[in-house]
Every structure is written in structure tokens, then in C-alpha cells.
């Protein structure tokens, strides 16, 4: 992870009340110049779940708390890097 573990460190995090009977939304941002690969990705979700703030311990192991979304931003992403969503491979900048 970088080493960022302990070091919850993200660009900006607002929170959104959809309405008056809703649970708040966190929302996380996170940020990057040039060309973003796979492992920065993983890096940014891997501090939200290890985080007091946004994380939480689970029976299946450490977690992101359902109520936070992480948006990451980038200029561009690798257009060789792919991830897997329901059992199929999609690019990473999709």
C-alpha cells in the first residue's frame, strides 16, 4: 500500500444527505496526475478500508463502510490495465 496505511491522506471528502429519512453519504476524492495504473487504484481503496474513518471490521474481514463512495479522478488512465466486475474484464478507464 504505499505505506499509507496508517496515513489516511485524501484530496477531499464531503458528505450529502440525499434526504430528510436517508442516511448521510460520504464521499471520498482522490486525485492523480499523469497516467494512473491498477495498483493506484487498489492503493486509494485499500486506505479507505483501512481507515477509522471509512473503514470497518467485518465477518469477511476488513471493509469499506457502505455508506462511503470513493471517486477517483485522473487526467488519463492505462488503457492496458484491466479490472474484473462480475466475472468480466473491463478497462481500467471505464
Known sequence: MGGRRNNTE???????TPSVFANPITYVLECKWGLVKK?????FFEVLRWSKEFGVDAPEGRQVRHVVLGVFAASSFDPKETVVINDEPVSLAS
Open 10 to 16: 485524501v484530496d477531499r471528502v464531503w458528505e450529502v
Open 39 to 43: 495498483k493506484y487504484v487498489n492503493d
